[in-house]
C-alpha cells in the first residue's frame, strides 16, 4: 500500500503480473509459448515447445533461456585472455530486448499468449 500500487484497494494486473504467486489464475494467457522449428516453415511435428507460466521476470527469464539454449554459440580461444570469449547467434541483449518489450507492451485483455518461434533464419516473436 505504501508504494500506491493498489487500484481502490486491488491490486492491479500490473501488480499480479509482477509480484502475484500464480499471475495466470488471474490472467490465464499470461503465459509464453516458446517454439523451436528446424526449417525455415512452421511445420509438425514441432521439434521443441515449451509454455511457460510465471511472473513476467519468469516468463522472459524463461523464454530467453529458451532461444539461447537452441541457437549456435561461438567460443573462441584462450590466446588473449584466460577465459574464452563466446558470442551468440542473436546477441544476448537483442533476444533479451524483444522478448521483455513484447511480455511488457502486450495486450492482456487478449486472449492469444506470447509466441516465440525460433526459425533456421530467424527469430519470430
Request: aromatic content about 10%; hydrophobic content about 40%; glycine content about 4%.
Amino acid at each position: 500500500m505504501h508504494l500506491n500500487l493498489l487500484d481502490k484497494g486491488r491490486p492491479t494486473n500490473g501488480d499480479i503480473l509482477l509480484f502475484g504467486k500464480q499471475p495466470q489464475r488471474f490472467l490465464i494467457t499470461s503465459e509464453v509459448k516458446c517454439a523451436n522449428f528446424h526449417g525455415y516453415e512452421v511445420a509438425k511435428p514441432i521439434p521443441s515447445y515449451q509454455v511457460y507460466k510465471g511472473t513476467v521476470f519468469d516468463l522472459v527469464d524463461q523464454a530467453k533461456d529458451f532461444v539461447l539454449s537452441k541457437i549456435d554459440l561461438w567460443v573462441g580461444t584462450r590466446a588473449e585472455s584466460t577465459q574464452a570469449p563466446t558470442k551468440y547467434e542473436i546477441p544476448q541483449e537483442v533476444v533479451a530486448e524483444a522478448i521483455v518489450n513484447v511480455v511488457v507492451h502486450r495486450d492482456y485483455t487478449s486472449n492469444a499468449s506470447v509466441q516465440v518461434m525460433l526459425f533456421r533464419d530467424r527469430l519470430e516473436i
